[in-house]
């Protein structure tokens, strides 16, 4: 399987305290991988330490390897991860609340740079992906709904041009009628657009019905691996979200 992103072991913490241990994993190009857990189990703390936002929490990677297209990517600031086409969209819907709409949607194609009639035509293609969006492009970002802030957190992410999305629980906080819709649209950008996801979720049941593999960590560490439905199957799978004894 040809690999967009491996990790291999990594260790990754915040001073004194260990949050992830011995990690691995990997994700094909068009690829939906579903990284899943309890609240605590070090599925934010991977995605930070993929994609470098850890050093913004005061964290490090304190060994092992993040490899990109085969290339060494670790410490690599979150930017030139960006223009390599792995993009990290953070848990809490992470927008400008005095900005508009589309003036968050522009500060997300300020990367790639493009001209006026290049950037309104990436505009309009986000706002074909989130219909939602366009009906609030001159609303301030804060006065918005959690879900459209999410909507709008993903819409600012796509206008880098990924290959790669590190999603973290996009369906925290929202309505299941949202959470749906969020979910239908990233498995129609994974479809048509091709867009490879690392899903950091704890909703395992909507997760692994989108994803075609699965990681689940407990305490920091990989406890079980596969394709989907192979974890979806398995009868240890609520006993590590619970976190009881075997």
């Not at 600012?156 to 649209?185: C, H, W, Y």
């Not at 997760?207 to 596969?226: C, I, K, N, P, Q």
Request: net charge positive; hydrophobic share 45%; no cysteine.
């Amino acid at each position: 399987m040809t690999e967009l992103l491996r990790v291999e072991g990594i260790e990754a913490g915040y001073g004194g305290i260990l949050a992830v241990a011995d990690v691995s994993l990997t994700v094909a190009p068009g690829e939906i991988v579903a990284l899943l857990g309890a609240n605590g189990a070090g599925k934010s703390s991977t995605l930070k330490a993929i994609s470098g936002l850890i050093a913004a929490d005061r964290g490090q990677v304190r060994k092992g390897a993040i490899r990109l297209d085969g290339q060494d990517v670790l410490g690599l600031p979150t930017n030139r991860l960006a223009g390599r086409g792995l993009v990290h969209v953070l848990e809490g819907r992470h927008v400008f609340p005095h900005l508009t709409v589309e003036e968050n949607l522009q500060a997300g194609a300020f990367l790639r740079r493009p001209g006026r009639a290049a950037l309104r035509g990436a505009l309009e293609e986000i706002y074909d992906w989130f219909p939602r969006l366009r009906d609030k492009r001159a609303t301030q970002a804060g006065l918005t709904s959690g879900g459209e802030q999410q909507m709008l957190a993903i819409g600012r992410a796509l206008l880098t041009r990924p290959r790669l999305v590190l999603l973290d629980e996009p369906s925290m906080g929202l309505a299941p009628k949202i959470v749906q819709e969020i979910f239908q649209i990233i498995a129609r950008l994974n479809r048509d657009k091709g867009i490879a996801f690392l899903l950091a979720e704890q909703n395992a049941t909507l997760s692994l019905a989108h994803a075609r593999r699965a990681y689940v960590l407990e305490t920091g560490r990989v406890a079980l691996e596969g394709p989907a439905a192979d974890v979806a199957a398995r009868d240890d799978l609520h006993r590590i979200y619970l976190g009881d004894a075997a």
